[in-house]
């Protein structure tokens, strides 16, 4: 019962390189979204997917890429990585029913240097 | 636009006592309303939610939460508090009309102490 994946679970980036961070979800979930959570700011959506082939913006996209090329995985891109992207990133996965609450990933950690 | 509100970074209370982390929201239609509790280096667990019915929901490790609908509240309850509970709590909002998306408050730091 893997729930929900995310790999890797520290990464350190240059000012400028790129990275994906992968989300894998096995429990069949239409929705799936990417937060950033910073100290003090809870929780930020960033993007989000209600199903394959489907993304659009959250509240704080700028800098960041998405794509759900399979209903199981969402990507998430940082094309040249900044200082101000240093956080925790977070995968959540839901059914479309909006009666069920979210299942969470443990995390990436990124630090942008 | 649906929002979350949080009102203490911190809540400080002796093992045994009851507890309450507190939380009120503001949302264009019904309110599907959710906490979840998040432990060092972990991702977040649900703990239990509100979404109609009795205003009182139970949820997991003897949490309980009560619904009022003419405060917009939705704050965690616990009768006795243990160590273990010491964690970040969060509340969320899921707003029927909205895509499935959540909001989510800044978050209650809970400390138990022995």
């Known amino acids: 019962n893997a729930g929900v994946t995310q790999t890797p679970k520290f990464r350190v980036l240059k000012t400028g390189q790129s990275m994906t961070l992968l989300c894998a979800q096995d429990?069949?979930?239409?929705?799936m979204y990417w937060y950033r959570q910073d100290p003090g700011m809870g929780l930020r959506l960033i993007h989000y997917?209600?199903?394959?082939?489907?993304?659009a913006k959250g509240e704080v996209p700028d800098g960041y890429n998405v794509s759900r090329l399979k209903k199981q995985n969402f990507l998430l891109g940082l094309e040249s990585a900044a200082p101000s992207q240093t956080s925790v990133y977070f995968c959540?996965?839901?059914?479309?029913?909006?009666?069920?609450?979210?299942?969470f990933g443990s995390g990436t950690r990124l630090t942008v240097v | 636009a649906q929002s979350v509100a949080q009102p203490e970074d911190q809540v400080n209370v002796a093992e045994g006592n009851p507890l309450t982390v507190k939380c009120t929201y503001s949302?264009?239609?019904?309110?599907?309303l959710f906490w979840y509790v998040q432990y060092p280096n972990r991702g977040l667990q649900f703990l239990l939610k509100?979404?109609?019915?009795?205003?009182l929901v139970k949820g997991s490790y003897g949490f309980e939460a009560e619904f009022n609908k003419s405060q917009t509240s939705f704050h965690l309850k616990k009768p006795s508090a243990l160590v273990s509970d010491s964690a970040l709590y969060f509340c969320?909002?899921?707003?029927?009309?909205?895509?499935?998306?959540?909001?989510f408050g800044d978050g209650t730091t809970l400390t138990v102490k022995p």
């Open positions: 959540a996965s839901s059914y479309s029913d909006r009666t069920y609450g979210y299942t």
């Open positions: 429990m069949n979930h239409e929705y």
């Open positions: 997917s209600v199903g394959e082939g489907t993304t």
């Open positions: 949302v264009s239609g019904n309110p599907y």
């Open positions: 509100y979404i109609t019915g009795d205003n």
């Open positions: 969320a909002v899921r707003d029927e009309t909205n895509a499935g998306k959540s909001t």
